[in-house]
């Protein structure tokens, strides 16, 4: 039988990305994503539901994540669901589903994306305009001229 595992998400960030490394060297960031879904009830009345996802990004796009998002922004992500399991300290047995994120997009404005930096970002130099800024780096990283 064959198997899929395939997530598409677009939510805003419920905290800002926590970048770290692996022992080599991999960039690995994690951050939550909150989506929203409102409906109509039978009787009329108007819900919301918001599903908190946790996910986790490796490599250089992990470093573009943490330099351009921050809590808040709007962001689509494209990836495959991880199961985690550990042991708790008082030995109590925990698991987690969560989103390896293997693909992304920014939504929205990048200039807001940029207008209140986050103290754990590193300082940026002044240079051309932010969104240029962010699009230049971005065709770097994928191979554009």
């Given amino acids: ?20 490394y692996t022992p080599n060297q991999t960039a690995v ?13 039978q009787d009329g009345t108007k819900r919301d539901e918001i599903c908190f996802v946790d996910c986790r990004m490796f490599g250089k796009r992990a470093e573009v994540v943490n ?3 921050q809590k808040g922004n709007p962001l689509f992500v494209e990836g495959r669901l991880t199961f985690d399991s550990w042991e708790a300290q008082d030995g109590s047995k ?41 699009g230049d780096e971005i065709d770097d990283f994928l191979g554009k001229d």
């Fill in 29 to 41: 960031v994690d951050f939550g994503l909150a989506i929203n879904r409102n409906w109509t009830g």
């Fill in 94 to 134: 925990r698991s987690k589903l969560k989103v390896t994120v293997e693909n992304f997009e920014f939504l929205g404005d990048g200039q807001k994306q940029q207008s209140q930096p986050s103290q754990s970002r590193e300082p940026e130099q002044p240079k051309q305009d932010g969104r240029q800024q962010q």
């Fill in 1 to 20: 039988m064959p198997n899929f595992n395939r997530v598409m998400l677009i939510g805003h960030l419920t905290r800002d990305p926590q970048l770290s």
């Fill in 67 to 69: 330099k351009y998002c």
